[in-house]
């Protein structure tokens, strides 16, 4: 798999999203991609309890503890690399966790226009 460069939607280098727990399609912190990565986990989303319910809601528990693939659950505050189409769906839903545009990968804007990702920046 070869990784597609590391720039951020704002044209830098993408920094680190999240070491704990350690997110990323490739599990190196980072919300880095390639084109294996069909789910696009470039969106670094800061969960808030909001957003956790609603994924949960969706189908995609991410707060209960999955010990058996070594993944601890996602808490508020936490930092992870979420699928792009999906901080997309919680925007139009108006659930949207925070986003840390310098550690968002350049291909989420292939999904999330930079405009919708910047309403929800963290500060």
Known sequence: MQADPSVNVL??????CGMDP???FFRDGHCNTCDTDVGSHTVCAVMTAEFLAYSK???ND???PRPEFRFKGLKPGDSWCLC???FL???DE????KVALESTHQRALDVVPLDVLQQHQAK
Do not use: K
């Open 94 to 97: 108006g659930c949207a966790p």
């Open 11 to 16: 044209g830098t280098a993408l920094e680190v």
């Open 57 to 59: 809601y969706v189908g």
């Open 89 to 91: 769906q919680a925007h």
């Open 84 to 86: 792009a189409s999906r």
């Open 62 to 64: 991410l707060s209960t």
């Open 22 to 24: 350690v997110t990323g």
